[in-house]
């Protein structure tokens, strides 16, 4: 059983931990001598983000161990024929445990970020996908669009 919450101030740094974790998982070549300083830099690009409201995280929680996260972060480009604000969200940092995975939790997490661009007035959503959450991306009808996937909102 999990519960979902946003982020807060407080999280940053568990944040960034599952972010170094997701890192580990997906790279064989981890730099091992920059994590100390990768921690600091992600600690203040979160907490700069966050304080703006550029940047927000959802939670997946279990007995008060944080077991799942994503955020997504405001992007500001150029418009587009097929979005005319230019404003987008990437999603970032979608990374679950593996003890709690395939149990509907990337999922949850999922559709909370897509409310939350609706409710921004986003139109287009990018992130990147590994092999492992690329079918949970297509599920929700993200298209490839090299180099990642979009969701283009109505």
Same mark, same amino acid.
């Given at each position: 059983?999990?519960? &979902? ?12 931990? =599952?972010? !170094? ?6 790279? !064989? ?16 690009? &979160? ?5 703006? *409201?550029?940047?927000?995280? %959802?939670? +997946?929680?279990?007995?008060? @161990?944080?077991? #799942?996260?994503? /955020?997504? !972060? ?7 024929? %097929?979005?005319?604000? *230019? ?10 445990? $593996?003890? %709690?995975?395939?149990?509907?939790? /990337?999922? +949850?997490? =999922?559709?909370? &970020? ?6 921004? /007035? !986003? @139109? #287009?959503?990018? &992130?990147? +996908?590994?092999?492992? *959450?690329?079918? =949970?991306? @297509? ?7 090299? $180099? *990642? ?6």
């Amino acid at each position: 059983m999990f519960s &979902l919450r946003l982020a807060t101030r407080d999280d940053i740094q568990q944040i960034v931990e =599952l972010r !170094i974790k997701f890192i580990k998982e997906i790279r !064989i070549d981890t730099p091992t001598d920059k994590m100390d300083e990768y921690r600091k830099v992600m600690s203040n690009y &979160l907490k700069k983000e966050m304080s703006s *409201g550029n940047f927000i995280a %959802w939670l +997946a929680i279990s007995n008060n @161990e944080i077991i #799942a996260t994503s /955020g997504l !972060i405001t992007i500001q480009r150029q418009p587009q024929l %097929w979005n005319m604000t *230019g404003q987008e969200v990437y999603i970032m940092n979608m990374y679950t445990k $593996p003890e %709690w995975r395939r149990k509907g939790i /990337g999922t +949850a997490i =999922l559709e909370k &970020l897509i409310e939350e661009a609706r409710n921004r /007035g !986003i @139109e #287009a959503i990018k &992130l990147h +996908a590994t092999p492992m *959450g690329k079918t =949970l991306y @297509e599920k929700r009808g993200f298209k490839i669009a090299h $180099p *990642g996937m979009y969701l283009y909102l109505e």
